[in-house]
């Protein structure tokens, strides 16, 4: 752990507070299943005897399709994590991606229901030790991390209980937190039971909200749902900026995906959310699928016009407000 202090954020909570010489690198939303190395997706693909998906090779060669296509391409990845040895090396790849970009630690959010209920393609005991193994292994290179669990909004709150039935009873130590992700496509505000149930657990309450649903979405997961932190967060207004910077709540922005995934959102509102007093950091989301690391996220961030004190933020807000590092 580097040093640290705590402090209070302007809406109270406690924040971490690192001397600017130790501010470590920290991917602060990365998907497991969006982000295995396309060269051993290539190889299990012909192993396999499977025909990679066009959208994925689009997207690898730094093309645009539409959001079905990065479904797709998402979801190939993810139908091959079929056993312990596959999320090893899924977990390998976000660890060593993000050490050769200068990380030192990741958030990693992961869907253990959609593989292992949904798809039933490998049983939670091979799911748990795969990524366990993955990531003592990163652990060993320098890496560290914890895991988020995520939910489907858009299946409602029936399937987040499902979840939580599945993954509760043997929760691994490294289980930090529970978010949900998917289409906004249920209110927030009947997620609630949910979210009180993870809090309950000991869980850290987190939400995608304001990337593919409206800006409301995110004051609405914040106020009714009662999440602490906001993945994308993109449409939010003027006054779900102020809300966010009074209580301090971070966001986890990812300018890669953003652009490939909410084009419509330009300019692409990371300085405005910055000069808002947002705590903005910056994740990789599905790096495996929209090419990306966190060297590139930052130089995409520069060039939306931050200066160096912002781009200091934007490390400063991604170390003190990291799970993995808590």
């Known amino acids: 752990m580097h040093p640290a202090k705590r402090g209070s954020g302007a809406g109270g909570h406690n924040v971490r507070v690192i001397p600017a010489p130790a501010l470590p690198l920290v991917d602060r939303h990365t998907h497991l299943e969006g982000a295995l190395d396309p060269a051993w997706v290539r190889r299990e693909a012909e192993r396999r005897g499977l025909a990679l998906p066009g959208p994925l090779e689009a997207l690898w060669g730094g093309g645009a399709v539409p959001f079905e296509g990065f479904i ?6 993810a139908s091959l994590l079929d056993s312990r040895a596959a999320v090893r090396q899924a977990a390998l ?34 799911f748990w030790q795969g990524l366990d193994e993955g990531l003592s292994e990163a652990r060993a290179l320098g890496l560290q991390s914890c895991v988020v669990v995520d939910a489907v909004n858009h299946f409602g709150p029936k ?8 993954v509760l ?42 990337e593919n649903g409206p800006g409301s979405n995110v004051r609405e997961a914040v106020l009714e749902a009662g999440v602490e932190r906001i993945v994308h967060g993109i449409r939010a207004d003027d ?7 009074d209580r301090g ?9 953003n652009a490939g995934l909410a084009a419509d959102v330009r300019p692409h509102p990371l300085p405005r959310m910055l000069r808002a007093g947002v705590r903005c950091a910056l994740g990789t989301d599905d790096p495996g699928v929209l090419p990306c690391d966190l ?6 961030a520069r060039a939306l016009g931050l200066d160096e004190a912002e781009m200091t933020r934007l490390l400063r807000h991604g170390a003190e407000d990291a799970w993995c590092l808590a």
């Not at 797709?72 to 990845?77: H, I, P, Q, T, V």
């Not at 399937?159 to 599945?166: F, K, N, P």
């Open 169 to 210: 009873p043997e929760l691994p130590a490294f289980v930090k937190g529970f978010s949900t992700g998917g289409l906004e496509g249920c209110p927030f505000r009947d997620w609630a039971p949910v979210f009180e149930r993870a809090r309950a657990a000991g869980l850290r309450l987190a939400a995608h909200a304001g």
């Open 295 to 300: 060297a590139t996220e930052r130089e995409t």
């Open 249 to 257: 709540i971070p966001v986890d922005v990812c300018p890669r995906s």
């Open 93 to 126: 790849a976000v660890a060593r991606r993000t050490l050769a970009a200068g990380g030192s630690g990741v958030d990693l959010w992961v869907s253990p229901h959609f593989l292992v209920v949904h798809k039933a393609q490998l049983s939670l005991a091979d």
């Open 159 to 166: 399937h987040g209980h499902a979840v939580l039935d599945l």
């Open 239 to 245: 006054d779900t900026l102020a809300l966010l910077a």
């Open 72 to 77: 797709e391409a998402f979801l190939f990845g």
